[in-house]
């Protein structure tokens, strides 16, 4: 893992004061992610999704104006697919594989209650674990229902069969979905004319909501700026961008950060599990990450940001969701606890370290109360701007993790102490615990990025040994032991005693000219080869394809005859 407890980022990162508890959270995670991973892998509830794929319309833009107007259209794929395999391309790319079940109608519960889905999504599918019964949004949803009428209740599919990777989606389409995502983080000083006040009397005075303050300051002005410098490099580094500071309340960075970070969690999923499309072969590539994370602070910080936030509300639910109110599965008794006890896993992990988030600042003063409502409204456009992706994959994984982030800050501000919790739906549950595990992966998939490039930076700092240096080693030794061999050979053919005599000395001087050499040899290659071999573990271990070894077990290639 990465997690140090030094700064793991460059000095002019923006979020110093961020930079403990990066390692904190790096140390947190080897904790969390064996066993969110485990949860997610391995009970067919957190494994199933259901969703509305196909019969939803883009609300936003359409046809006409040139852009994809419903997700029923083509895949915007990249320049010369033509010349790749079909496999490969990225339309086949962003289909969605795996079994597939109709929602099934009141009729069929009622019918077989043990198996409504009729063994669709295969037989040793638990599915009293992965129908949802009870389909109604309540208005403190930050979701949006995702199933209308009777007929299009959604499907339910394997999130198994279908890891959020490169897809090849991209382009035009791709951007303008990021885009429109983008502007529902509003941060105008016109549409917020009175400034948040954060509060006189409810100001943080616990340090670590203090820093947390502190945190946020610095880091959503700077990822405002760094982000429309994108689209016009002449924005100055210090500018009047009407985001500043004082109009710009901590609600409103929570948003731009969670949208950021989300992004960039997707960035590294395609990024780590990346198909070279020329090849075939599914590895990380890290051009890829350099490219669009590694020179931005900001959007790791964000990311790490986000693992906090859930982190935060994956520990706050445990008592709700672990108390015996909640069955996840009603006919399958044994899975039921199995489910219960990896849950309990994950949330015991996610609350040992306190403080990690602190909600109750936000939404308290000022503006708050009636942020919340359009906190909520942003929250809800962005899920229905999913239904612009052109790609299915993503589509599937970009709900999940809209509606895991949405159900990550319904629990953190709506489930208060003292008051009824509003009701979690199964669909909110499986979201948030599979946005838990991106996330997981995520920073995980960081830390072997960094360390790839810190490798690497190595290696250009070192004269790069090609395999003939080492080559040349073993031949040395070849050559000597040769040249030996027949001084031997020679001097038992001597003519005069002195002749023989001198090639008896001129033997053993060879014979300790080797040994000494070897001396001198012997920890050189001993370094080569562990450094060799530790060089290929780590590959093996992030998942790279492995370099051939620079040198061989081998016998001195003698000259047998001469022996
Ligand atoms: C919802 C959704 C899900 C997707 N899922 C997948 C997937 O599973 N697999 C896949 O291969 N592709 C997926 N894509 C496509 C992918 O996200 C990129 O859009 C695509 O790879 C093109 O990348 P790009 O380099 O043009 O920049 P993009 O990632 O499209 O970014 C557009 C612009 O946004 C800004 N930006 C980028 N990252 C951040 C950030 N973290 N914070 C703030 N601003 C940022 C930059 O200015 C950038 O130029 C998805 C797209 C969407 C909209």
Request: charged share 25%; proline share 5%.
């Amino acid at each position: 893992s990465s997690s140090t407890d030094s700064c793991p980022f460059s000095p002019n990162a923006i979020i110093d004061d961020g930079c403990v508890s990066y390692a904190t959270l790096d140390r947190l995670n080897v904790k969390v992610k064996p066993a969110v991973d485990d949860l997610v892998r391995t009970t067919d509830f957190f494994s199933h999704y259901r969703m509305n794929l196909f019969h939803k319309t883009c609300p936003f833009w359409n046809d006409e104006d040139g852009m994809c107007g419903n997700i029923a259209c083509a895949v915007e794929t990249l320049d010369n697919e033509e010349d790749i395999p079909e496999i490969w391309r990225a339309h086949e790319l962003s289909k969605l594989e795996g079994p597939r079940a109709k929602h099934p109608g009141k009729k069929m519960q009622k019918q077989h209650p043990d198996r409504p889905l009729q063994g669709e999504l295969g037989e040793d599918v638990g599915e009293s674990c992965v129908v949802e019964y009870d389909d109604e949004c309540d208005d403190r949803d930050y979701c949006v229902m995702d199933d209308e009428g009777a007929t299009s209740k959604g499907d339910y599919v394997s999130l198994l069969r279908n890891p959020e990777r490169f897809t090849g989606y991209g382009g035009q389409s791709s951007k303008q979905v990021w885009d429109a995502i983008y502007l529902e983080n509003c941060f105008k000083k016109s549409s917020f004319p009175k400034s948040a006040d954060l509060g006189v009397s409810h100001r943080p005075t616990d340090p670590a909501a203090l820093d947390f303050k502190q945190v946020l300051d610095t880091a959503g002005r700077q990822a405002q700026l760094e982000h429309q410098r994108q689209s016009n490099p002449n924005i100055p580094f210090v500018a009047n961008t009407g985001y500043e500071g004082e109009d710009e309340c901590l609600e409103k960075r929570v948003f731009y950060r969670v949208v950021s970070g989300m992004h960039a969690s997707i960035s590294v999923h395609l990024c780590w599990d990346f198909l070279n499309q020329s090849t075939g072969e599914w590895q990380p590539n890290l051009a890829c990450y350099e490219s669009r994370l590694h020179g931005y602070p900001d959007r790791i910080s964000n990311l790490y940001f986000n693992y906090a936030l859930v982190t935060r509300a994956v520990a706050k639910l445990a008592p709700y969701v672990l108390g015996p109110q909640y069955t996840f599965c009603t006919g399958d008794p044994l899975q039921d606890q199995d489910t219960r006890d990896k849950i309990s896993a994950v949330t015991q992990h996610a609350a040992s370290v306190p403080q990690i988030f602190d909600e109750s600042v936000m939404f308290v003063n000022g503006e708050g109360p009636s942020l919340k409502e359009d906190f909520r409204n942003r929250f809800r456009n962005i899920s229905r701007v999913m239904d612009c992706v052109g790609c299915d994959k993503c589509r599937l994984w970009g709900k999940i993790q809209t509606n895991g982030y949405g159900t990550a800050l319904k629990v953190l501000f709506e489930f208060n102490e003292g008051q009824k919790p509003p009701s979690l739906k199964r669909t909110e549950l499986v979201a948030l615990f599979n946005t838990y595990a991106r996330l997981s992966s995520s920073i995980s998939a960081v830390g072997k990025f960094r360390a790839m490039i810190d490798m690497r930076d190595k290696a250009e700092s070192q004269t790069f040994k090609s395999p003939e240096d080492v080559w040349t080693l073993v031949d040395e030794v070849d050559e000597d032991m040769n040249e030996f061999i027949k001084m031997r050979n020679r001097g038992s053919h001597g003519d005069t005693v002195g002749e023989q005599m001198g090639n008896e000395f001129a033997r053993v001087m060879k014979a300790v000219k080797i040994v000494l050499k070897s001396w001198i040899r012997t920890p050189r290659m001993i370094w080569e080869i562990v450094s060799d071999e530790t060089t290929r573990v780590y590959r093996a271990w992030v998942g790279l394809p492995p370099r051939p070894r620079r040198y061989a077990f081998r016998l001195p290639s003698l000259d047998r005859d001469e022996l």
